[in-house]
Antibody
Framework: EVQLVESGGGLIQPGGSLRLSCAAS????????MHWVRQAPGKGLEWVSLIYSGGTTYYAASVKGRFTISRDSSKNTLYLQMNSLRAEDTAVYYC?????????????WGQGTMVTVSS | EIVLTQSPGTLSLSPGERATLSCRASQSVGSTYLAWYQQEPGQAPRLLIY???SRAPGIPDRFSGSGSGTDFTLTISRLEPEDFAVYYCQQYGNSPTFGQGTKVEIK
């Protein structure tokens, strides 16, 4: 079965760091374009970051310089390292696959992991 | 950054009725790169439509997408109970952006 499973969320103080993981099954993370998308409580979806199959990475302006996307091919897992966390980073974080035949739409999503930044 | 504006914010309809959701872009979007998602409470988004008008696998044919340039539409021909949810449009220009969502609620 093709699926993504996130983990690593939790409660963290402002200024702290957290690493999210997204384990894939049924397909190879490193062969696909992979994204992180977040959703603040009661709000809409916000794109966060992208890693291309070739390794090039992109970030939303709101997280650039603080977040780092990466992957581990041996574990078929995507990561999001989040540093200098702020209250406004509080959200459910989803990893998603950019469907190779779906015009760059996101065809597979994880269930999400909640990150709460609060003192 | 391309801004997507969805309207209306909330659509109150009864099962069996037709729903028409709008998504307007601040600048022209290639049709290939316009998608629609459905999100039920507590769930991850689900891809409905890609390339502005192509249904994703397993999506019922009561869902249809249309439009080009800056104006796009998602139509649900006859609302089923499971269709009451929030719908987002998404474009993929320089970087992906989402609309703010339209909630389809039971009247």
């Amino acid at each position: 079965e093709v699926q993504l499973v996130e983990s690593g969320g939790g409660l963290i103080q402002p200024g702290g760091s957290l690493r999210l993981s997204c384990a894939a099954s049924g397909f190879t993370v490193s062969s696909n374009y992979m994204h992180w998308v977040r959703q603040a409580p009661g709000k809409g979806l916000e794109w966060v970051s992208l890693i291309y199959s070739g390794g090039t990475t992109y970030y939303a302006a709101s997280v650039k310089g603080r977040f780092t996307i990466s992957r581990d091919s041996s574990k078929n897992t995507l990561y999001l390292q989040m540093n200098s966390l702020r209250a406004e980073d509080t959200a459910v974080y989803y990893c998603a696959r950019e469907g190779p035949i779906y015009g760059r739409a996101f065809d597979i999503w994880g269930q999400g992991t909640m990150v709460t930044v609060s003192s | 950054e391309i801004v997507l504006t969805q309207s209306p914010g909330t659509l109150s309809l009864s099962p069996g009725e037709r729903a028409t959701l709008s998504c307007r872009a601040s600048q022209s979007v290639g049709s290939t790169y316009l998608a629609w998602y459905q999100q039920e409470p507590g769930q991850a988004p689900r891809l409905l439509i890609y390339g502005a008008s192509s249904r994703a696998p397993g999506i019922p044919d009561r869902f249809s997408g249309s439009g080009s340039g800056t104006d796009f539409t998602l139509t649900i021909s006859r609302l089923e109970p499971e269709d009451f949810a929030v719908y987002y449009c998404q474009q993929y220009g320089n970087s992906p952006t989402f609309g703010q969502g339209t909630k389809v609620e039971i009247k």
